[in-house]
C-alpha cells in the first residue's frame, strides 16, 4: 500500500521554524522526485520546493529561498522541508507528492499555522 504521510505541522509563532517530515511507504522512494506543495484557504495549490530522485538537486521557489530549505534520505524513505523565520503568509496545509513522470502520489498534507 503506498502512503505519504506528512508529519511536523502546527502553530507557530512569526520568525519560528518549523521541519516538516514526509514518510513514505509501499514503492520505491528513491525512484521517485519529491515536490512540497502547500495551499492556502482560498488559493490554489503552489509548488515550494523540489528536490530529485538522488538528492542531488534541491531547488526552492524564489520568494522563499534564504528561509526554506528541502532535503531527503533515501536511506530512510523521508523527504523534509524546513521552514525558518516563518511569516504569516506561510500559514497553508503543506503537501508531500511523490513524481515519477506518468505516476503522482499524494500525502494528506499538514497544516502549518502562522500566528501570534
Known amino acids: 500500500q503506498v502512503q505519504l504521510v506528512e508529519s511536523g505541522g502546527g502553530l507557530v509563532q512569526p520568525g519560528g521554524s518549523l521541519r516538516l517530515s514526509c514518510a513514505a511507504s509501499?514503492?520505491?522512494?528513491?525512484?521517485?522526485?519529491i515536490r512540497w506543495y502547500r495551499q492556502s484557504s482560498g488559493n490554489r495549490r503552489e509548488l515550494v520546493a523540489h528536490?530529485?530522485?538522488?538528492?542531488?538537486?534541491?531547488q526552492v521557489i524564489d520568494s522563499l529561498k534564504g528561509r526554506f530549505t528541502v532535503s531527503r534520505d533515501n536511506t530512510k524513505n523521508m523527504a523534509y522541508l524546513q521552514m525558518n523565520n516563518l511569516k504569516p503568509e506561510d500559514t497553508a496545509v503543506y503537501y508531500c507528492?511523490?513524481?515519477?513522470?506518468?505516476?503522482?502520489?499524494w500525502g494528506q498534507g499538514t497544516q502549518v499555522t502562522v500566528s501570534s
Open positions: 507528492n511523490a513524481w515519477a513522470g506518468t505516476t503522482n502520489y
Open positions: 509501499g514503492f520505491t522512494f528513491s525512484y521517485y522526485d
Open positions: 528536490v530529485t530522485d538522488t538528492g542531488a538537486g534541491a
